[in-house]
């Protein structure tokens, strides 16, 4: 038995240190977290400990294939890597000559976090062939931008130092599923003696671990964040001091927050007054108070701002001034990275559109000049992306050429026109950063390609290559590009180069100490910013506001993730499957009743987009009015062969032209 180490690549914040036991046929039998690495600490989430199952499956992907069948129909023929790369490059051609390079479209998120192969060779490649670019916002744009006009980077406290606070919330996040690193942080200050409370829209697996639950309505953070501010000025609790010295703005906000008093936010919230106040003393009079803002919260009509809101209540506190109080909603700001070097934005030599990844079935079936070719990686948009009727509307047009580079046979796979088979993180080298905690990681291949399996880097340079582009980047290797990546004065002044990075394999990176302790060093003022010129120049007010959403049926539903997949990944993997057993739906016996919908019924979710069918659960986890599904199951899963996403509209948040999956109206009968 040999150990080796690697890095786990998927779409989560823990991003563990993994190693990895080979038996003497070479093949991997075992996962686990690496006990050398101060956050993952040897512990790893289920999913990845079922990574022998997911490298060796039958669904994996194994050589590039062509369509044989009609679109759609799975049925597919072998062909070597030659003839795929042939078939593209001719296809390319042609389109470029007839339609302009713009009718070419990639579209790719989050398979693997690598930064090798998430956003290097195919950036570089795409720039060159002058292709439409892609916002890729899907995920975490709103809040991003709304954390960022309050701070002016991504930096929240060093999540380590979370196991100082008194006060733990878990502010739309389901850390116990989504962020289990966080949750065993929590945990060992609880034993210091803090408070763990949620705030959430039914109470998951995190809201029943922790000390007290505040159930809201979805979409009313930006209210609850209002009276909470409302409450804690009132009562003469706001760190004056520190506002003076550290805020813009706050005089202005101030008097915004006086239109939030508990009477009104309780009918916003969901909260009764007094919890309103309870909610509000703690946060005031816990100096070490944490807030673990998640990205949840976000995913709505207003979710943008509603962030912004939420994170300015550690500085109304003075928060921010104690080891282990503040917030955390990503660390990205930690790894900035060369660019320019990697993605060569020079390359593109003309000024070409740019479309939003959350509007994909827009893109496909209403952009003009058509989209003609779309080739995908890293990303599975059948089932993740909304509005999926009419993404699939799209992929299932005749002219479109599809090409999808995938290890598994996928529901999007399934409507290439042409496949090729993508390696795993085992199977190739990256680099990692973390958008949680503070580790710079690096990994090599630990096993050969399963099959003719090839890494994203490696057929965007095929790529390039049949098409003849010259430039000496199109032939750089992965440590090279690590090389480029780092070579910026942030990473030399640290003493931080690819090479040390090659022999340590994980680097623990200087945090800010308490970032916030005397104002901001990322914003133009200089202070954290209660009201922002940013903002303004979107059109809207200087000073965060609360905007109700605007339901159009009686029920909002709300579908994030679960705790056996990632997204949509591990969805087919037969284990984690098993236990996850099936689609279901959470709603309050209130709605169930008066729609004589009983525990187990199949029932009909439906709105102006489409209808899913799935198994009912009748629960007081939820609020009325509200209905939960947990996990983006494949298509194949529902009832009636509908995935979730058919439900949720491709409307963009406020600011940040994110997605607003939660923000999805409906109505139920038992089917
Ligand atoms: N096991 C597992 N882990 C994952 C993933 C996965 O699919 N499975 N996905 C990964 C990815 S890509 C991401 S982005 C993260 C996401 O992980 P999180 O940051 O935890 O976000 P979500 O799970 O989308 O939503 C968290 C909670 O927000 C709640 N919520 C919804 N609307 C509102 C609201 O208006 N207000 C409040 N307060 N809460 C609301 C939901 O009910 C949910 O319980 O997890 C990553 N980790
Ligand atoms: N209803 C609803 N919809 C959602 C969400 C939700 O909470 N609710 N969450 C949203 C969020 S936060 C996100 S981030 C998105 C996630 O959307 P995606 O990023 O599309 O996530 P996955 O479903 O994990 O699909 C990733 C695919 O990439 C493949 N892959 C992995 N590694 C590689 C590689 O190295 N090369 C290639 N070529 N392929 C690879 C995997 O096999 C997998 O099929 O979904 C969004 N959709
Ligand atoms: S999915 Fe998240 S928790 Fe699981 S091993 Fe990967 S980084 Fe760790
Ligand atoms: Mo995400």
Known sequence: MEICYSVCPHDCPDTCSLTAEKGEDGKITKVS????????????????????????????????????????????????????????????????????SESILPYSYGGTEGIINKSVMDRRFFHKLGATLLDRTIC????????????????????????????????????????????????????NGAKI??????????????????????????????????????????????????ALGFKEFKTK???????????????????????????AETKHSFIRIGNGLQHHNNGGVNTWLISLLPAITGAWKYKGGGALRSSSGYFPLNDDALKRPDLLKKTVRTVNMVQ???????????????????????????NQNLVMKGLAREDLFT????????????????????TTSFEHKDLYASYWHLSLQWADAVISPIGEAKSNADVF???????????????????????????????????????????????????????????SRFTASGRIEFKSEKFSKCGLDE?????????????????????????????????LKKKAIEPLLEINPIDAQSRGIKDGDAVKIENKLGAVVLKAKVVNSVLPGVVVSQGLWWREDYKNGFGINSLTQDDLSDIGGGATFFSTSVEIARA
Not at 221 to 245: H, P, R
Not at 257 to 283: C, D, I, M, Q, V
Not at 363 to 379: A, D, G, H
Not at 569 to 574: H, I, L, P, Y
């Open 33 to 100: 977290g690496n006990r050398d690495h101060p956050v993952t600490k040897g512990v790893i989430c289920e999913k990845v400990r079922a990574y022998p199952e997911r490298i060796y499956s039958p669904s994996r992907l194994l050589y590039p294939m062509k369509r044989v069948g009609e679109k759609g129909a799975g049925e597919f023929e072998r062909i070597t890597w030659e003839d795929a790369i042939e078939i593209i490059t001719a296809r390319w051609k042609e389109l470029i000559s007839k339609f302009g």
């Open 140 to 191: 975490s744009a709103a809040g991003s931008l709304g954390y960022q006009l309050a701070y002016g980077s991504s930096i929240g406290i060093n999540p380590l130092d979370s196991v100082n606070s008194k006060l733990v919330a878990f502010w739309g996040i389901n850390a116990l599923d989504t962020n289990m690193h966080q949750a065993i942080l929590a945990d060992n200050a609880r034993k």
């Open 197 to 246: 409370i949620a705030i959430d829209v039914h109470k998951n697996k995190t809201a029943n671990w922790a000390d007290d639950f505040y159930m809201i309505m979805p979409g009313s953070d930006g209210a609850l964040a209002l009276c909470l501010a409302n409450i804690i000025i009132q009562n003469g609790l706001a760190d004056e001091e520190f506002l003076t010295k550290s």
């Open 257 to 283: 927050a006086l239109e939030y008093p508990p009477e009104r936010a309780a009918g916003l919230t969901g909260l009764t007054e007094n919890r309103l106040k309870e909610l509000a003393y703690s946060f």
């Open 360 to 386: 994909l079935g827009k893109i496909l079936c209403q952009l003009n000049p058509p989209v003609r070719s779309l080739y995908v990686y890293n990303s599975n948009p059948a089932v993740v992306a909304p």
């Open 403 to 422: 090409v999808v580079h995938e290890q598994m046979m996928t529901e999007t796979a399934r409507w290439a026109d042409i496949i090729l088979p993508a």
């Open 461 to 519: 340079k095929m790529l390039a290559k049949a098409f003849e582009f010259k430039e000496p980047c199109f032939n750089d290797g992965e440590e090279e590009i690590a090389i480029q990546a780092l070579d910026l004065p942030y990473w030399r002044n640290q003493g931080i180069t690819f090479e040390r990075l090659k022999k340590e394999r994980f680097i623990m990176l200087k945090d800010y100490g308490l970032p916030y302790a005397n104002g």
């Open 543 to 575: 000073i965060p506001d609360y905007s109700p959403p605007a339901p159009s049926l009686p029920l909002t539903l709300v579908a994030p993730p679960n705790h056996f997949f990632l997204n949509s990944t591990f969805a087919n993997v037969a284990s």
